[in-house]
């Protein structure tokens, strides 16, 4: 699992102001923080390619579960989502859950949990980063380069690839390279960690 620096990393504060407290608890730990008092701003100028975590925070009479879930969802907005509450659930309500919300903290949370909290999400959001960027890269293969590594990433020699294809070895050799130069993976076992990305782009069961 990767792990991030606080520098890199970005705190969306939603239901927040600038005078709030939390912004400079963020920004002594070194996280760089984006404030945003409407969600539909927040929505509406959201950027899946920075790194980052949301804290929700549902004192603010705007926001309620419903809003949050409905604007995430139109957004297809994924990311780790803290929610702060004036509220004293001991565990992640229901809803909370839902929206996909790490931790369901009280308003007044202890700046040692929330900060622990933060880390945990830059982190999953990191692995969200990776996740993506792979996604891409397998997106530039073709249906036979997929066929072809997901093969490979079972530890099928090139010889039985092209039997079980009706392939030359030759074209199993040269679409195995080409793959792997799109996917920047230089061997085997860099491969198989990939395989479980393999087996999503063409619907193949696990292949390791």
């Keep these: ?41 927040f929505s509406d100028e959201h950027d899946p390619a920075v790194h980052g975590c949301i804290l929700f925070d549902l004192s603010l009479a705007e926001l309620n579960d419903f809003d949050i879930r409905s604007n995430l ?21 229901a809803e909370a859950c839902k929206n996909g919300a790490m931790y369901f903290f009280l308003k007044l949370v202890n700046k040692v949990d929330l900060l622990r909290a933060i880390r945990v999400a830059a982190r999953q959001d990191s692995d969200r980063l990776h996740f993506n960027a792979v996604a891409k890269r397998l997106a530039t293969l073709t249906t036979r380069e997929l066929q072809i590594l997901a093969l490979v990433a079972r530890h099928i020699p090139n010889k039985n690839i092209a039997a079980e294809l009706k392939l030359r070895e030759k074209t ?14 230089k061997n085997v076992s860099q491969l198989v960690r990939l395989s479980k990305l393999v087996e999503r782009q ?7």
């Design 1 to 41: 699992m990767r792990t991030a620096s606080p520098a890199r990393f970005t705190v969306f504060l939603v239901g927040s102001d600038q005078c709030s407290p939390l912004i400079d608890l963020l920004r002594e730990a070194g996280y760089e923080t984006k404030i945003y008092t409407v969600l539909k701003t």
């Design 73 to 93: 969802e139109r957004k297809s907005i994924k990311r780790p989502v803290i929610f702060l509450t004036n509220g004293k659930p001991a565990t992640p309500s």
């Design 172 to 185: 199993i050799e040269v679409n195995r390279s080409r793959a792997m130069k799109k996917l920047g993976t």
């Design 202 to 208: 063409i619907g193949l069961r696990a292949l390791t």
